[in-house]
């Protein structure tokens, strides 16, 4: 009797673009991402509103949701990037030679750590301006967070980027294209041959190759991953030069977006008389505690630190427990005040 046969490893092929009106205009899994976010999260903070289990009214989650998308989310992780993880990776000269690269966000660079700063801050002066709680009016958020930090992640995997640390014997390893022109992975040495490869599994490439024989490498990368899509054979041709990787994407979008979600969403309406702030502490431990998890499978973005014993997305989690730690001390100690009240 014969051996089963080995699956073979899956090369990711999936295309980030949805539909395409032209060269400049067209709909991605990334945006519809966030459009998801949006929706989803201002669809469940109003039925949060409804029960009052949030500290605004019904009706005006719409209006927050935006504006902490802008200005806490968006604002906060293009700024925890460049400041952070950009100059990490090359340095800080974009400062005087190209100060506007920090706009260019669609050249890539977004920091979660940075976002949830962003929003934090903004959080601040939103309760001041509404006369609300601001950890109750986090604790909201926080809640609620979790999916769209699932379906950025779940964005991520589409895209074939921030992929999995090389995974030997894993049976659900992935082979992620996008490596050969990532600078840091060892399969950068064979995007020549790769790209040869791909000419020669699929005559219709070649010819485009020959035509233009002068293009950089990076536009003729571009050309192979969108024939790749339609051609089976090209995966197969390049998949020897690539090594198989965790998809470290969907652990992240299973761990700090829906495993997140249900523990938070399960404790605000299982304890609706919880102190302000508790939420928001148990998100920042939780968020923390699985983004280092996570991390251990997933290919550093940029230079480890302390030594080469964390990433940089775990050492920022650190700083994310400390901060928990003070909210949950503060919601406790309020906690207590206000039953002494209540006794008085």
Known sequence: MSAPPVLATYVHDLNPVIFRINDAIALRWYGLAYLAAFLVGAYLLNVLSKRKLWVLPPGSAADFIAAAAIFGVFIGGRLGYMLWYYPRAHGWSWITEDPLLIFKVWEGGMASHGGILGLVVFTWFYARKKKVSWFGLGDGLCVVAPLGVMFGRLANFINGELYGRVAEGVAWAMKFPNTLFDEKME?????????????????????????????????????????????????????????????????????????????????????????????????????????????????????????????SGQFLSLFMIVGGGVFIAIAVKRGKAEAISGES
């Open 187 to 311: 399969e950068f040495d064979f995007r020549g041959t790769a790209l040869a490869a791909a000419a020669e599994a699929d005559p219709d490439l070649e010819a485009r190759f020959a035509e233009w024989p002068d293009l950089p490498l990076g536009v003729q990368f571009e050309w192979m991953k969108e024939a790749q899509r339609s051609n089976p054979a090209i995966s197969e041709a390049i998949a020897p030069l690539l090594e198989p990787r965790h998809p470290s994407q969907l652990y992240q979008a299973a761990l700090e977006g829906l495993m997140l979600f249900v523990i938070l969403w399960t404790v605000r309406v299982k304890f609706p008389k919880a102190s302000h702030g508790l939420l928001t502490g148990l998100f920042f431990i939780f968020y923390a505690v699985f983004r280092i998890i996570g991390e251990a499978f997933r290919e550093p973005d940029s230079k480890l630190v302390l030594n080469g014993m964390l990433t």
